[in-house]
């Protein structure tokens, strides 16, 4: 059985089929104990998770999470699937069987790679960010306060730079990386490592002139909504594009 939690909630067995899940909280209440990874989840915190984003928990909390953990294990196929504990429930699942889990493992491992062999980097990375259908825990009724979404999608952006960091240096066409960039910059548009990663490409796809006109529109647009000038590290990319050729 896998679980998908990074996008609309889902499970799939062993034939990859999608099983029915039923309504919201139920996607609510796999989306948080996949989210802990096979770990025990006490009671008080799933009933906050499923019952969450303002709405109020029913008057007896517990025994409401109980039909609705009876009717999860159902629809995954039987009693085994989700296991109760003296404090809570837990997922009878290892986290290599989660999404989630599996994207941590594989952007650390391609991060860790980057220094060594970009192209490796560049491939394990590439299937960590497959994995990603949508937002993180996406039926989680407080998703967007929750700090493990948050990490989450931290995790990603990393992740991205380091792909694109891995592929410039694996011999990627440069050119076929710069509309990536140029949409992660109109998200993050005074990020300045960003800045750094679309300069370097445009100077390694060619674009000399349009790497010096791009730093000295964000070195204008810095002083006039910011009332700052580039850092270190813009600075002395600006300097490499203005020496001359070797």
Do not use: C
């Not at 009933?47 to 969450?52: E, N």
């Not at 995790?155 to 240096?169: G, K, Q, S, T």
């Amino acid at each position: 059985m896998r679980y998908l939690i990074l996008g609309v909630t889902e499970a799939r067995g062993p034939d990859g089929g999608s099983l029915p899940l039923g309504g919201p909280r139920l996607r609510a209440l796999l989306a948080a104990l996949a989210l802990r990874g096979g770990r025990t989840v006490p009671v008080t915190e799933l009933v906050a998770d499923v019952w969450g984003g303002g709405g109020e928990p029913p008057r007896d909390a517990p025994a409401a999470l109980q039909a609705l953990v009876s009717r999860l294990r159902r629809a995954l196929g039987g009693k085994h699937t989700v296991l109760a504990g003296a404090t809570g429930y837990r997922l009878d699942a290892t986290e290599d069987d989660i999404d989630l889990h599996v994207f941590r493992r594989l952007a650390r491992q391609g991060a860790a790679e980057l220094a060594t062999d970009p192209a490796a980097a560049a491939r394990t990375l590439g299937r960590a960010l497959a994995l990603w259908r949508g937002p993180a825990l996406a039926d989680l009724p407080d998703a967007d306060t929750e700090p493990a979404v948050r990490n989450a999608h931290a995790l990603r952006e990393a992740a991205v730079r380091d792909r694109i960091d891995a592929e410039l240096r694996s011999g990627t066409e440069p050119a076929a990386l710069l509309p990536e960039l140029e949409q992660l910059l109109v998200a993050h548009p005074y990020d300045e490592p960003l800045r750094a990663r679309h300069l370097r490409a445009l100077r390694a796809a060619g674009r000399q002139a349009d790497a010096l006109l791009a730093y000295e529109e964000f070195r204008r647009a810095l002083a006039d909504r910011l009332g700052t000038d580039p850092g270190p590290e813009l600075r002395s990319l600006h300097a490499e594009l203005l020496a001359p050729a070797p």
